[in-house]
């Protein structure tokens, strides 16, 4: 099993920043995906951006140039730089890790954008 804990997110006013971080924990593969999906209200969750043990990331077009991911592999956490954010990046942001046919899932933290 894997866990995983987030930290980060809260409340800002339109255009600022915030950043999130995650620690994976338990039976982690040195090949992986880890990365960041998001859920608003009413919505289905999708993803937000995503980086491999390799380091080749993949992002949502409505965040490209705003958010930058990051990761450590020897401490297996992950991190997303959220710049320029706007109200309907106001969601509830989850942590994910995907390794050998699975997926695993963190608590969520809210991201809420003022404007």
């Known amino acids: 099993q894997v866990q995983l804990v987030e930290s980060g997110g809260g409340l800002v006013q339109d255009g600022g920043s915030l950043s999130l971080s995650c620690a994976a924990s338990g039976s982690i593969f040195r090949i992986n995906v880890m990365g960041w999906y998001r859920q608003a209200p009413g919505k289905q969750r999708e993803l937000v951006a995503t980086?491999?043990?390799?380091?080749?990331?993949i992002f949502a077009d409505s965040v490209k140039g705003r958010f930058t991911i990051s990761r450590t592999n020897v401490k297996n956490t992950v991190s997303l730089q959220m710049n320029g954010l706007k109200p309907e990046d106001t969601a509830v942001y989850y942590c994910?890790?995907?390794?050998?046919?699975?997926?695993?899932w963190g608590q969520g933290t809210q991201v809420t954008v003022a404007s």
């Open positions: 980086i491999t043990s390799g380091g080749n990331t």
């Open positions: 994910s890790i995907s390794q050998m046919g699975q997926r695993f």
